[in-house]
């Protein structure tokens, strides 16, 4: 299995990585494209509130604040009457691009959640690794479906966007417009949630770098306001353009300073 694993990163172009966190103390460096971390944690494989889902080819490692951040989301969930959240990726011991083209996830700040909240029994460990999100977009991308999508999805993503340290929240467009459309109360929340590509069934919950890490650098801050505007309806825009032929990605290097870390004992 490990000779498989070491010829499949070779295969990718990707180092193979240690298999265990470099140690502590915390030290986040690069950007969300290309990055490493020290000091990582590691997620439970269950908690109150969650269950992590693929771990076979799924990686948990996180900063602090991120695996707090998901372990407190399940807590809140839970206590709001939600079923089991489903967590997947998170990031490896180390940090660096994922298996399988994943470009964020490298700082430990990222992490998938399912958004079915509907009741869930302890999964046995095959489906684990079996079980699949339900998307909540129509199949034609132009709104939620509703033989998945209730309010109490709405109920999880406000939770996730009060989490202490988040940054942003990335969903399906259908799914910002959606929130857009039938939110009431507060919604000042609604301008951490941004629309993305895919993101159907699950979100992409991202961490600001924790203070003090310098050698972390933050995405941009998103613009104020609910965003509920033209640069929604962009998306949907997108959706009457003949799809355009993918232009093959090179992934940026990792800065030089995360050599230390990938070789740490
Ligand atoms: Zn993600």
């Not at 990726?89 to 470009?103: E, Q």
């Not at 000042?188 to 961490?207: C, E, G, K, N, Q």
């Amino acid at each position: 299995m490990l000779r498989l694993a070491v010829a499949l990163f070779a295969m990718l172009g990707v180092a193979a990585a240690r298999d265990t966190p470099a140690p502590g103390p915390l030290h986040i460096v690069g950007g969300a494209s290309a990055g490493c971390l020290a000091g990582a944690v590691r997620l439970p494989a269950g908690g109150d509130g969650f269950q992590t889902i693929h771990l076979s080819r799924s990686s948990f490692w996180g900063a602090p604040v991120t695996i707090a951040g998901i372990e407190e989301l399940g807590k809140e969930a839970h206590a709001a009457g939600l079923g089991d959240l489903y967590v997947e990726d998170v990031a490896r011991p180390r940090g660096g691009p994922l298996p399988g083209g994943h470009v964020a996830h490298q700082l430990g700040l990222d992490a998938d959640v399912g958004l079915d909240v509907s009741p869930k029994h302890a999964l046995t460990a095959t489906e684990r690794e079996t079980v699949e999100l339900p998307s909540m977009v129509r199949a034609d991308q132009r709104g939620v479906d509703p033989g998945h999508w209730s309010p109490q999805v709405a109920t999880l993503l406000h939770l996730a966007a009060g989490l202490p340290g988040v940054d942003r929240i990335l969903v399906n467009a259908a799914i910002k417009k959606q929130l857009c459309d039938t939110v009431q109360g507060d919604r000042s929340w609604l301008r951490m949630i941004r629309p993305w590509y895919d993101h159907s069934a699950h979100m992409h919950i991202h961490f600001r770098c924790p203070a003090g890490q310098h050698d972390c650098v933050d995405i941009p801050p998103q613009p104020a306001g609910e965003s509920c505007d033209a640069t929604l309806q962009w998306w949907f825009d997108q959706l009457d353009v003949p799809p355009q032929p993918a232009k093959p990605y090179h992934p940026p290097a990792l800065p030089a300073a995360c050599k230390a870390v990938m070789d740490a004992p």
